[in-house]
């Protein structure tokens, strides 16, 4: 019992883990038991959000819905610089960027056929 509690206080200092331990109150012929939570660090837990992609995307749907030409340029310009200055090792939500760059692309081309078309609903 005692080389365990060594062996896992030593893997606690090289892998950064935190040790749980429950101990019950022993009785002869019970078991200690440990538990081994690890502790999560930045990078396991997770990377930033790329700033540009959630606006290309957020503009993109605003642009769909309410001001098309305006929204959507601000989705395209946007949608490229966030793809461009892309870093996947810090930043995740890439997929935003594209899904707005497209987005806001078709809603500028759907907006300016309306508008200089002649159609009205």
């Excluded at 062996?7 to 040790?19: A, H, M, P, Y």
């Excluded at 396991?44 to 309410?66: A, E, P, W």
């Excluded at 395209?76 to 996947?88: D, E, L, M, Y």
Aim: proline fraction near 2%.
């Amino acid at each position: 019992m005692e080389e365990n509690k060594e062996e896992l206080e030593k893997e606690q200092v090289k892998n950064d883990e935190t040790i749980e331990k429950e101990e019950p109150k022993a009785q002869e012929g019970t078991k200690e038991t440990i538990h081994i939570a690890e502790v999560v660090s930045e990078e396991k837990k997770g990377l930033r959000n790329n700033t540009l992609c959630l606006i290309s995307f957020i503009f993109s749907m605003v642009g769909l819905l309410i001001m098309g030409i305006p929204c959507g340029t601000v989705a395209v310009i946007t949608g490229i610089i966030g793809i461009v200055k892309f870093n996947a090792k810090e930043e995740n939500n890439k997929w935003m960027g594209i899904v707005g760059l497209c987005v806001g692309a078709v809603d500028v081309i759907l907006v300016s056929m309306y508008t200089f078309s002649g159609f009205s609903l």
